[in-house]
C-alpha cells in the first residue's frame, strides 16, 4: 500500500480505475490512496466496508466490493461505472494481448513487458509492471480472486520477454561449473514460454531463436556420445508438466538411439531434438500428448469428440508450426508429422506404412515406443523390447534400425 501511495504521489500517468485490496491497511492509508486517485473511480476489495464510510455520498465514484465476492462482481461492476460515464471504455482488441500460463511468470525474472488480466471480455488491467520480479505468492494472491490460468502481455512487447529467455540460457551457462539440473529447468520453462506464443501468434523470429538455443544446449549437454542407458534411467518428468519434460527427453533418447545405430553427426542429432521439441507443441493438454493409440483412446470414451479431434490433427499442426522456421530441414517437419505413424498402417493421422517412413522418422517411432515401454515395463532390458515389438518392427526401416540397436551393445 505504501508503494502505491507513493507512486500515486510521484507518478504522472492518469488513471481511468484504480482497484485494490484494503485487507490489513488502516483507514488512514486507505483514505490516502483514494484522495490521491485523483479522477479516478476507485473499487476497494476489502472485509471491512468502513475504510469507505467517509466517502459515502462523495462526488468521488468510490465503491466498496467483500473480497469474497470479487471474482463474480468485479467485472459486473466495472461495467456499471462504464455504463454510468464514471470511467472511460477502456474495452481493447483482444488479438492486442497473448496469453501466458500463470506458473510461467514467476519463472521469467525481471520483467520485460507489463503483465495484465483479463476481468472480463476485452478488458485488460495492469497488475504487474516492466521491472517487477514476480514470484509464486505473487501469482497465488492474483489466483486466489480471479481464478484462471492465464495472464498477458501486449502482443507488440513479447519479443523483449523471449529476448530474456536466450540471456537467461546464456547466464546458466556461464556458471562454471555447469549447474546442469538449472540449465535442463530454464530449457523446459522456454519450452513452456514458447508453447503459449506460438500457438498464438506462430513462430516469430524470436521464437524460433529460444527454441534452437534451448535444442541446441540440449544437444551440447548431452556431449559427443550419449549413453542411452543414463537418459533412460533418468526418465522421471522433471517438472514444468509432462509435454515440456517429455519432448526434451525424447530428444535425448532419440539422439542416444542415432549414435547406437551409427548415425552421429551434430546435423542428425539437431533434427531429432529440434522435431522432439515440435513434436507435440500444438497440443494445448499434458493428457492429450499421453495417448499414443488414438484408437484405443476413442473406444475407451475417456476423450470428448473435439479432443480426439485434435489428438487426430497435431502431427500436421506441430509439422505446420515446424515449417514456418526459417532454414531448417525438411527432414523435421518430416519427422514431426509422422511421429503418429506405425510401420503397419496403423497409426495417425494418415496410416502410412512402411515404405513411407524416412529413416530418421523410423527412428524417432522407436525412441518414442522406448520411452512408452520405460513407462509401463517394471524392469527395462532391450530384449524384452525388442521381443515384444518384434513382428511390428520386423519390416523395412524398422527392421534395419532394429538390428542395428540390438547389434551395439557397447552403450547400454
Ligand atoms: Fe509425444
Ligand atoms: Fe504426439
Not at 88 to 111: C, K, M, N
Not at 299 to 314: A, F
Not at 326 to 350: M, T
Request: aromatic content about 8%.
Amino acid at each position: 500500500m505504501e508503494e502505491a501511495i507513493e507512486h500515486l504521489e510521484t507518478g504522472r500517468e492518469d488513471y481511468g480505475l484504480i482497484v485494490f485490496e484494503s485487507r490489513g491497511s488502516s483507514k488512514t492509508l486507505v483514505r490516502a490512496v483514494i484522495e490521491l486517485s485523483k479522477r479516478a473511480a476507485v473499487i476497494v476489495c476489502g472485509t471491512d466496508e468502513r475504510v469507505v464510510s467517509d466517502f459515502n455520498g462523495s462526488e468521488m465514484p468510490v465503491v466498496f466490493l467483500p473480497l469474497d465476492s470479487v471474482q463474480d462482481d468485479l467485472s459486473k461492476t466495472v461495467k456499471s461505472l462504464e455504463l454510468s460515464g464514471k470511467i472511460p471504455l477502456f474495452q481493447e482488441s483482444e488479438s492486442e494481448y497473448l496469453g501466458i500460463r500463470a506458473d510461467l511468470l514467476p519463472t521469467l525474472g525481471v520483467l520485460q513487458a507489463d503483465v495484465f488480466m483479463l476481468i472480463l471480455d476485452g478488458r485488460y488491467v495492469p497488475i504487474f509492471k516492466k521491472g517487477d520480479r514476480i514470484t509464486e505468492a505473487d501469482v497465488r494472491h492474483f489466483l486466489e480472486k480471479v481464478p484462471g490460468q492465464t495472464f498477458y502481455f501486449r502482443k507488440s512487447e513479447c519479443g523483449e520477454v523471449l529476448q530474456s529467455r536466450i540471456q537467461r540460457l546464456e547466464s546458466a551457462l556461464q556458471e562454471i561449473p555447469i549447474n546442469t539440473a538449472k540449465v535442463e529447468q530454464v530449457i523446459t520453462e522456454n519450452f513452456g514460454i514458447v508453447r503459449d506464443v506460438v500457438s498464438q501468434i506462430g513462430f516469430t523470429p524470436e521464437a524460433q531463436r529460444v527454441a534452437v538455443n534451448s535444442v541446441l544446449l540440449t544437444i551440447k549437454m548431452l556431449g559427443a556420445s550419449p549413453k542411452l542407458k543414463s537418459i533412460l534411467s533418468d526418465l522421471k518428468e522433471s517438472g514444468g508438466g509432462y509435454i515440456p519434460s517429455h519432448s526434451i527427453y525424447l530428444g535425448k533418447v532419440a539422439c542416444a538411439l542415432a549414435h547406437k545405430v551409427g548415425w552421429r553427426s551434430q546435423s542428425t542429432y539437431f533434427k531429432l531434438s529440434l522435431a522432439a521439441f515440435l513434436h507435440d507443441i500444438s497440443l494445448k493438454e499434458d493428457r492429450l500428448a499421453e495417448v499414443s493409440n488414438l484408437e484405443q483412446f476413442e473406444k475407451s470414451g475417456s476423450g470428448l469428440p473435439e479432443e480426439i479431434r485434435e489428438i487426430r490433427v497435431h502431427p500436421a499442426r506441430s509439422a505446420e508450426y515446424a515449417r514456418q522456421f526459417q532454414e531448417i530441414p525438411s527432414e523435421v517437419e518430416q519427422i514431426v508429422a509422422q511421429h503418429h505413424e506405425r510401420p503397419d498402417g496403423s497409426g495417425f493421422p494418415r496410416g502410412l506404412v512402411v515404405r513411407y517412413f524416412t529413416p530418421l522418422s523410423a527412428l524417432f517411432v522407436i525412441a518414442q515406443d522406448l520411452i512408452e515401454y520405460g513407462n509401463t515395463a517394471n524392469e527395462l532390458t532391450f530384449e524384452h523390447f525388442f521381443e515384444e515389438k518384434g513382428l511390428e518392427y520386423n519390416v523395412g526401416i524398422f527392421r534395419k534400425l532394429a538390428r542395428a540397436i540390438q547389434t551395439d551393445t557397447t552403450l547400454i
